[in-house]
């Protein structure tokens, strides 16, 4: 009854998550009732399947790479820190001032850095580090389903990559894809607001 | 969709757009509408019971002792006595309706079968110390129409019961409530299909309609939700329950969470375990509306005037109202929703006539 321990005690290297995401202890707790809502089997990670089952999530155009970036390097299992850490990336981010910051501090996950590296990965389909014209197509045939011709949609793909690509490799590299994007508030469209 | 994804160029498509889609994949992998419909409603303030114990924590000694004594009354003289309560009403509904059953058709049986289920209803709603105010009783359910309700644990059934009979539609089961449903059919009508009759949507919606064919006939009892929900909200109406025509008289329920939690999460725990957790809770207390029936109209289809209907119940019974199927949480969602998402966002992109 009340006198229930701390939950926290219940989450695995919950200091070293902290340190890491910068996520409150409210917050952390409340995602850890959500991993554990989510697991339905109970087997102590998340698969797949599991995130599938989010309705909104699978009706979302990008549902897949989305669950695709949660589970890196082709393994099938999501403990709750690899769950955590996506999550950090949306975290609001704080009205610090960055001098304050510790430079030898690895940089915050829900820096405006990082929060571009995750957008650029969802795009990134090969991991090579630069969106080819076909990468841009096949992400833009996710988002539209059957409703555009090819035609229509080539071309779209193809003004895009001209107009983000500056050294005229014919793909988009992180660099060209921070650049595009430097007048965009970041902060405020990749941030959920419930994620202190 | 619109105003997310208004960028800095007007509404061709732009890189930013990926943000506004991750964005909301995120927000429903933190928290999404319908995995929180199957799990119990959380309390603004604690009713000492341990199940409902999810937020809080120790506050102070004199707090436990009443804990204590409330576990002590609701286990040691309150459960006892509504078990017993619950095996008298259960071997009496199925004796009753053994004996009743062996009268030959007629009125006398009809009424007879009326009161051993009334009574015996009665009976096993006292057994769960059920305190239930009916709204609107004019408009019960009458003879030959089906009477649709939101589903939120079998004990709806109960419920609705000891105001008037219903017949009932649902899968045979085996154990304690095949007893029960077999000795039931012997005495009035119900239709209880095979699970593979089920299946069948056709058949089962023939049956349906010879049902409520006959103007004698009670009328049938439906959930259209198919499913149990945890009593917030109210989900998709399957249309197969709207298409057999006849009247609809539609029926909110809604249950106090103060007193007992009575949403029946089937996943977790199974009949016997959810009864005694409702026997051990400390009451059920639950509103019935009755509502004005309601018929389809000229150029209503099935699925228009089933949520017609949905509206009506959510908004009688301060529910709130989901499109989503309460079937997602064993199956997975149809890509036809993720085609109209598609479809919208192209319309955006590719609908601003062809690109220079």
Excluded at chain 1, 84 to 108: N, T, Y
Excluded at chain 2, 23 to 52: C, H, M, P, Y
Excluded at chain 2, 123 to 144: D, E, F, M, W
Aim: charged share 25%.
């Amino acid at each position: 009854m009340g006198s229930r321990s701390s939950h926290a005690a219940v989450i695995p290297d919950v200091d070293t998550i902290r340190r890491e995401t910068g996520f409150s202890q409210a917050s952390l707790l409340r995602l850890h009732h959500r991993f554990r809502a989510l697991d339905r089997d109970k087997k102590g990670y998340l698969s797949r399947m599991d995130l599938q089952q989010i309705g909104a999530l699978a009706v979302n155009p990008l549902g897949d790479c989305i669950i695709d970036s949660f589970f890196p390097s082709r393994s099938q299992r999501l403990d709750f820190s690899g769950f955590v850490r996506v999550l950090a990336h949306f975290r609001p981010v704080e009205e610090e001032s960055p001098g304050i910051r510790d430079p030898k501090q690895p940089e915050p996950l829900n820096s405006r850095m990082n929060k571009l590296r995750f957008a650029f990965q969802l795009y990134d389909l090969d991991g090579d580090g630069l969106i080819s014209r076909q990468e841009m197509l096949q992400v833009l045939r996710l988002m539209v389903g059957v409703q555009v011709t090819e035609e229509q949609l080539e071309s779209i793909a193809d003004r895009t990559v001209q107009e983000a690509d500056e050294d005229g490799d014919g793909a988009v590299s992180f660099l060209e894809f921070t650049k595009s994007l430097e007048k965009m508030n970041i902060e405020q469209k990749m941030s959920i607001r419930i994620l202190k | 969709m619109e105003k997310g994804l208004s960028g800095l160029r007007g509404r061709d498509f732009e890189l930013s757009d990926v943000f506004y889609f991750s964005k909301k994949g995120l927000e429903a992998i933190v928290e999404d509408e319908v995995t929180q419909r199957f799990s119990s409603e959380e309390l603004v303030s604690w009713n000492l019971l341990t199940r409902t114990n999810v937020n809080f924590q120790y506050i102070s000694a004199r707090l436990t002792l009443v804990w204590v004594l409330g576990v002590l009354v609701r286990y040691c003289v309150l459960l006892p006595l509504r078990v017993t309560l619950a095996f008298i009403g259960i071997s009496l509904l199925v004796i009753g309706t053994t004996l009743v059953g062996q009268l030959p058709d007629s009125s006398l049986k009809n009424r007879l079968s009326e009161l051993v289920h009334l009574t015996c209803c009665r009976i096993c709603v006292r057994a769960l110390s059920g305190t239930i105010h009916y709204h609107n009783k004019q408009h019960r359910p009458q003879k030959g129409g089906i009477c649709v309700a939101n589903h939120t644990s079998p004990i709806d059934v109960l419920i609705l019961t000891t105001d008037g009979c219903y017949a009932m539609v649902g899968q045979v089961h085996g154990g304690l409530m095949g007893i029960i449903q077999r000795a039931m059919v012997k005495a009035c009508p119900h239709v209880w299909f095979e699970r593979s009759e089920m299946k069948d949507r056709h058949l089962v919606t023939k049956r349906l309609k010879e049902h409520i064919a006959d103007k004698k006939k009670l009328p049938i009892l439906i959930f259209p939700e198919g499913t149990c929900i945890n009593n917030t909200s109210v989900m998709m109406f399957k249309k197969g329950s709207f298409e057999i025509g006849g009247t609809i008289h539609p029926v909110a329920i809604k249950y106090n969470p103060q007193f007992g939690d009575a949403f029946w999460n089937s996943s977790k725990y199974n009949m016997v375990s959810y009864l005694l957790r409702m026997m051990t809770s400390w009451a059920i207390v639950c509103d019935v509306w009755y509502m004005p029936p309601m018929t389809r109209e000229e150029g209503e289809d099935a699925v228009q005037f089933a949520n017609r209907v949905k509206s009506a119940i959510a908004i009688q019974g301060g529910l709130t109202e989901l499109p989503w199927d309460g079937g997602l949480k064993r199956a997975k969602v149809k890509d036809t929703f993720k085609e109209e998402q598609q479809k919208n966002y192209s319309k955006m992109i590719a609908g601003n006539g062809p690109l220079s």
